[in-house]
């Protein structure tokens, strides 16, 4: 016997006033956060080999590896787009242990309460714009709506553990994996409050400009204002 997982109830669109031919000459909205698809992979790829080749010379996730879990949890990843262009996005899945082995690395657990957040990119023309600290701020704010999620864990290099703790992760000590001859820091951040969340999702609003899109069976959008974030903190984007 099989059990579903249950999802938030996503409240349907408000559809947007008539616009005549002549009127509409934009299609793509200014800014938009949306899950990411297999279509955006290569998109994906090309943002995170720039930001990791040239500082660590290991990418996190390859091309073949960003497909797959595009296509099996696409529902944990979340990208930011500029007029249609790709600028930011986070890639994650689920895990099932307390700490993180190597199997995380390419592996997703459907059963699992932990989410492995693999990367946090943003395009070199977006940085030092605070883009890295609001989209893992809205990604925490979107997994607070998953019942089933109940913390989030990553790995990251020692530079960038002042990063993520800006963030409210906190640090589980040395990383048991290792890539290469490189070592991480583990850190987790625990997700809670879903009931009230889900409750008060309906109330809550994105600020003026930016458009969310939740996937379609997932959990309802999210927003609240902008956290103030520091703009050095960026130059840590990974």
């Keep these: 016997m099989t059990s579903q997982r249950g999802t938030p109830f996503v409240k349907p669109m408000q559809s947007s006033p008539s616009v005549s031919p002549i009127q509409r000459r934009h299609t793509l909205p200014a ?3 949306r899950p990411l ?3 955006d992979a290569i998109s994906v790829f090309e943002i995170e080999r720039e930001a990791f080749i040239s500082v660590s010379g290991e990418c996190p996730l390859h091309l073949d590896e960003v497909r ?29 242990q307390e700490r993180l082995e190597m199997d995380a690395l390419t592996l ?6 932990t989410v492995h957040i693999h990367v946090l990119a943003v395009h070199r023309t977006f940085r030092q714009q605070g883009k890295g600290p609001i989209l893992m701020w809205r990604y ?10 109940r913390r989030a864990v990553l790995m990251c290099e020692d530079f960038l ?16 994996i290792t890539v290469a001859n490189l070592t991480f820091t583990e850190m987790w951040y625990p997700i809670s409050g879903h009931a009230y969340m889900r409750r008060n999702s309906e109330a809550i609003r994105f600020p003026q400009g930016l ?4 996937p379609l069976s997932g959990p309802p959008t999210l927003s609240q204002p902008l956290p103030q974030t520091e703009e050095s903190s960026e130059g840590s984007d990974v």
């Design 108 to 113: 997703h657990k459907p059963r699992g309460s």
């Design 161 to 176: 553990v002042p990063f993520y703790r800006k963030s409210g992760f906190r640090s589980l000590g040395r990383c048991a």
């Design 68 to 96: 797959h879990f595009l296509t099996l949890c696409p529902e944990l990843s979340m990208g930011w787009f500029e007029e249609g262009r790709l600028v930011a996005f986070i890639i994650g899945s689920l895990w099932d």
């Design 31 to 33: 800014s938009e956060v």
């Design 37 to 39: 698809n297999t279509q």
């Design 140 to 149: 925490l704010q979107y997994l607070r709506c998953l019942p089933y999620v």
């Design 211 to 214: 458009t969310v899109h939740p």
